[in-house]
């Protein structure tokens, strides 16, 4: 089946750096890929939509200053979280939509878990 | 996307069926309905999908009811590795528009 990978799995990094999160496709070309983040005990909630060559869509309320997407090849898209704050802490979640399946399926990496100190 | 309402959390016994409740009452004529599960600290993992039509897959049954506001997650021979979070989606399938969005899951907890 579909595999996306996510790298790191988890990062620690220091209030007021900025750290990046890899989403790959592994064995299939994205068109599309979305942006989730989690919280403890709370739901995957949608950050962005990010299309291969073209600007990420943003949902309400999602900074695109601070979470800075590029999706440059059909099989990789990127997540940089600028000027990192302890609230930022959380568990971000990629997801890809494979080009050639003829459907809209969606396969979710298995997160990258952000700890902001 | 149709809003969906699934119960907080339900509890099955290893080797019985696991029935998870969906309703959809908004649910539009070309939105299909998606299910998903969430195993703690991971991705989530897709499990079957479908329109109207009942579907089965080596995971899952999906049930939707006739006037397809609401549907039934069959796990038919419920194990411990399935104790998870499962989510039921509903989304339009054409458009680059279409995206998942994750509702608040129903806590499957399974137990010898």
């Known amino acids: 089946g579909a595999v996306v990978s996510q790298h790191p799995s988890w990062v620690i990094c220091k209030s007021g750096t900025s750290v990046k999160i890899e989403c790959r496709s592994l064995?299939?070309?994205?068109?599309?890929m979305f942006w989730y983040r989690q919280f403890p005990k709370q739901s995957l909630m949608l950050m962005a939509t990010?299309?291969?060559?073209?600007?990420?869509?943003?949902e309400q309320g999602v900074e695109k200053d601070k979470f800075l997407i590029n999706h440059a090849s059909l099989t990789l898209s990127t997540l940089t979280v600028t000027s990192a704050h302890p609230e930022d802490s959380s568990f971000y979640i990629c997801?890809?939509?494979?080009?050639?399946?003829?459907?809209?399926?969606?396969?979710f990496g298995p997160g990258t878990r952000l700890t902001v100190t | 996307d149709a809003k969906t309402t699934q119960p907080p959390s339900m509890d099955c016994a290893e080797g019985r069926a696991a029935n998870l409740p969906c309703n959809h009452s908004?649910?539009?004529?070309?939105?299909?309905v998606y299910w998903y599960r969430q195993i703690h600290s991971q991705g989530p993992q897709y499990i079957i999908h479908?329109?109207?039509n009942n579907e089965t897959n080596e995971m899952a049954s999906l049930i939707i009811t006739e006037d397809r506001k609401s549907s039934t997650l069959i796990l038919p021979h419920a194990t411990l590795r399935d104790t998870a979070v499962y989510y039921c989606?509903?989304?339009?399938?054409?458009?680059?528009?279409?995206?998942?969005?994750f509702g608040t899951g129903t806590r499957l907890q399974v137990t010898l």
């Open positions: 064995d299939f070309q994205a068109t599309t």
């Open positions: 479908g329109l109207k």
């Open positions: 989606i509903v989304r339009v399938e054409e458009g680059t528009a279409s995206k998942l969005t």
């Open positions: 990010s299309n291969e060559g073209s600007k990420a869509t943003y």
């Open positions: 997801s890809a939509r494979d080009l050639l399946a003829g459907v809209y399926e969606q396969y």
């Open positions: 908004t649910i539009s004529g070309n939105e299909y």
